[in-house]
């Protein structure tokens, strides 16, 4: 026994030695599973092992969509001289002075594809966003803006233009990808110019999670070219207002003042549930509300404060699915739900 101890006392150094030397050597790991809003932010796509938590695909090159998202719009961009990007001097506080032109960006600004997706977990909401990017040489200034407004900016007519209370989830890297932050912002001003005010989302973990692919397991994807991030809608201040539209864009540095450098086309986005619902995306606010009360329960959800409000009397239909009919009523910003069995009153248009 004394023999063992001896031998044991003495390699003790050795052996601390050693293990010092394996983790200073050893390849950092910027990527980490977390459990906001039950998905995988682990720096890949892949849902594996599969179920919750989920991913964004079932294979790992991203290639077939997880059903297990169904709300979820998809951007894909150019690259090269051919890319719509911002012009130079295009400040993210002076919308009246955006210049949309066509030409390239830095490789780490490019943006090359990403994704926006909503889902409720229990009484709970949560927003997913991705990115890939063209180029890994300098950290990651990404931007998802949320519009309300169907007026193009006269100064980009590709874009909205800004309206009070728009909102901009922004994801940032820094040295290299080592630290993340992701913020939020609601604009205060006008279609011209104005200011960001931050909205609270605390620490890392919490309310949101990201990572980006270091080391990557994406196959053709360099690392640090992709990025992916949760925030929990239901418990930050984040109001996005039942927004028209979303489009992704780049700044030259962490700052939300600084220079605007690439962007997307802009989509519709939609806030449904329910994917048998989709033939009613195209609505004039996009919003869908999970199955409310019992045969011909007919309620409105008011969108600037959440409350339920009765439709207004002959509301007209804008789409239909399976036994519910989806109308929005006028002069009230909201969308009802009239759901009965489809055997009774088809048609009607009495509200």
Request: with cysteine; glycine share 10%; charged share 20%.
């Amino acid at each position: 026994m004394r023999s063992v101890s001896k031998w044991s006392v003495s390699y003790l150094p050795v052996l601390m030695i050693a293990l010092a030397l394996l983790i200073a050597f050893s390849p950092v790991v910027f990527t980490q599973t977390g459990s906001v809003g039950s998905f995988e932010i682990d720096g890949n796509v892949v849902d594996s092992p599969s179920g919750e938590p989920i991913d964004w695909s079932l294979d790992a090159a991203g290639n077939i969509p997880n059903p297990a998202l169904p709300n979820r719009t998809d951007y894909v961009d150019g690259s090269g001289q051919g890319d719509t990007i911002f012009g130079q001097g295009s400040k993210e506080l002076e919308p009246g002075g955006w210049t949309c032109v066509t030409g390239s960006t830095p490789g780490k600004s490019d943006i090359l594809k990403g994704s926006v997706a909503f889902r409720s977990i229990g009484s709970k909401r949560f927003m997913y966003v991705n990115f890939f990017r063209s180029g890994t040489g300098g950290d990651a200034h990404m931007d998802y803006e949320f519009s309300q407004s169907r007026e193009p900016n006269p100064a980009c007519p590709e874009i909205p233009k800004r309206t009070q209370g728009d909102v901009v989830i922004t994801f940032d890297t820094d040295t290299g990808g080592k630290v993340i932050n992701v913020r939020a912002f609601s604009w205060v001003g006008n279609a011209t110019s104005g200011t960001f005010t931050e909205l609270a989302l605390g620490s890392k973990g919490l309310l949101w999670d990201a990572a980006v692919n270091i080391p990557s397991a994406i196959p053709g994807v360099g690392d640090g070219a992709f990025g992916e991030a949760v925030i929990n809608l239901t418990d930050s201040p984040i109001n996005l207002q039942c927004p028209e539209f979303a489009y992704m864009k780049t700044r030259s540095s962490t700052a939300i003042t600084s220079d605007l450098k690439d962007r997307t086309a802009v989509q519709t986005v939609s806030f449904r549930d329910h994917p048998e619902l989709a033939n009613a995306s195209g609505s004039a606010f996009g919003i869908f509300v999970s199955a409310l009360g019992t045969s011909h329960h007919r309620e409105c959800l008011q969108q600037s404060t959440r409350r339920w409000l009765k439709p207004e009397r002959r509301p007209f239909t804008i789409g239909r699915g399976s036994a519910h009919r989806w109308k929005y009523c006028p002069g009230r910003r909201a969308l009802c739900l009239q759901r009965q069995h489809d055997h009774q009153r088809a048609g009607s248009s009495d509200g």
